[in-house]
């Protein structure tokens, strides 16, 4: 099994900036892709970033991408979303997830991010 725990979400303003952290424990070794996702009010769960285990390929959706910055240290069992330019619609519970044998079946619990306007 994998752990995953998810911090560093807060109430910030528009235009303002946060990062999220991963930490995993575990079966570590057994994870290769890791992703955020997030869940708006009302919405369902939606894709927001992925990195590949080396860290040479990442993804991002349409609503993020230019703005958000992902990435993983695996020597310390940690990934990050560094958000930039927040907006009010990036509200959301955030969760971490780890891909292993090709899908995502590890979770965390999730971090809130509240972007006020």
């Known amino acids: 099994q994998v752990q995953l725990v998810e911090s560093g979400g807060e109430l910030v303003q528009a235009g303002g900036s946060l990062r999220l952290s991963c930490a995993a424990s575990?079966?570590?070794?057994?994870?290769?892709?890791m992703a955020w996702f997030r869940q708006a009010p009302g919405k369902e769960r939606e894709f927001v970033s992925a990195?590949?285990?080396?860290?040479?390929?990442?993804y991002f959706s349409e609503s993020v991408k230019g703005r958000f910055t992902i990435s993983r240290d695996n020597a310390k069992n940690a990934m990050y979303l560094q958000m930039n330019s927040l907006k009010p619609e990036d509200t959301a519970v955030y969760y971490c997830?780890?891909?292993?044998?090709?899908?995502?079946?590890?979770w965390g619990q999730g971090t809130q991010v509240t972007v006020s306007s």
């Open positions: 997830a780890a891909a292993s044998v090709g899908e995502y079946n590890y």
């Open positions: 575990g079966r570590t070794f057994s994870v290769s892709d």
């Open positions: 990195i590949s285990w080396s860290g040479g390929s990442t």
